[in-house]
């Protein structure tokens, strides 16, 4: 596939439902089972459909999988009975453990068992492999070659580890808003492995002194005031953790330098638990105000435009709202 998209900047798509058939011929017609017991064997023979839609998916330089699918694959028992296993719903944003499988109503009560305890599990394993194999194997079609890339921008989303997708469901802070801006991030260890995710770069003028913008960011009686919360909700330390907002965010403190940076897990309650964003803010002090720059590395694909718009609103202009640190267009 000839890709002809400057700095990967621009939406392409790639339509692979067939390979997505050839997967599931290959991967599944290796799978058989045998009960130790009553010494029944069940195979699965062919793949008898795959319908719906597959794709690989970019833009500025993030490479996701999009597919929303139905499987059906025929079996066969030692028992002589034949028929057909069924995967209703095959989506992006499945969880392993929430696939279904449906059964004929005539199979026999052992080949049953067997399925169920031995056979299942194998094709589980085969889906939760697909989305990632799809990625590896059709990522690289869609995007120039990094070496052929000037921006640093779509360069640093190259580098992502590819992950689960969203489930795009609005959420908010307090449960109200939104607003996008995707930037540069590395590969995320285990706390941002619950969705496909992207980064953001955001920035605003202050102004006050670096030291009274850090003191406001982290003082229990300050952050009361500009998250209209009661105080208690934060705490000024490495490894503490805080909720903001109600309840409506929740993180850890993971590093401060005083008067200059501050690194944190942070993320939105209703994102599935365990995933967070780690967030790098750094204070930049000039002569008449203090530049804030914001890195969020690990944002869920779909959610960045929600998180900016409302952390330009419950953050940078309820802090200059609240403390006069600046004018709020």
Not at 226 to 253: D, N, Q
Request: glycine share 6%; with cysteine; proline share 4%.
């Amino acid at each position: 596939m000839v890709v002809q998209n400057p700095n990967n900047w621009h939406w392409v798509d790639k339509n692979c439902i067939d390979w997505a058939r050839a997967y599931f011929v290959e991967k599944l017609g290796s799978i058989s089972a045998e009960d130790a017991d009553s010494h029944i064997n069940v195979k699965l023979t062919t793949v008898k459909s795959l319908k719906g839609d597959c794709e690989v998916c970019q833009r500025k330089g993030k490479v996701i999988s999009l597919f929303d699918m139905a499987l059906e694959a025929n079996y066969e028992s030692s028992s002589g009975h034949k028929g057909v296993i069924t995967v209703p719903e095959i989506m992006y944003d499945t969880e392993p453990d929430e696939y279904q499988f449906n059964l004929d109503d005539r199979v026999d009560e052992p080949s049953r068992v067997l399925i169920r305890s031995k056979i299942v599990p194998q094709i589980r394993k085969v889906l939760e492999d697909f989305g990632p194999t799809l990625i590896n194997v059709h990522g690289s079609d869609i995007q120039v070659n990094e070496s052929q890339v000037m921006s640093t921008f779509t360069k640093g989303n190259q580098n992502l580890t590819y992950m689960k997708p969203v489930v795009k469901e609005k959420t908010t802070f307090n449960k109200g808003e939104s607003e996008t801006n995707a930037k540069k991030a590395t590969p995320l260890p285990e706390y941002a492995q619950k969705y496909n995710i992207s980064s953001l770069h955001l920035s605003s003028e202050f102004n006050t002194s670096a030291e009274q913008l850090y003191i406001t960011l982290l003082d229990p009686q300050r952050v009361s005031l500009w998250t209209r919360s009661p105080p208690g909700g934060i705490e000024p330390k490495v490894g503490a953790e805080f909720k903001l907002f109600g309840g409506g965010v929740e993180g850890k403190i993971l590093r401060l330098v005083e008067n200059k940076e501050i690194e944190m897990l942070w993320r939105l309650s209703s994102w599935k638990e365990g995933h967070y964003v780690k967030i790098l803010f750094k204070l930049n002090q000039g002569q008449n105000e203090t530049l804030m720059d914001v890195d969020m590395n690990g944002v869920p694909i779909g959610e960045e435009e929600l998180v900016e718009g409302n952390f330009k609103d419950k953050y940078f202009r309820a802090i200059k709202l609240t403390f006069g640190f600046g004018a709020v267009l």
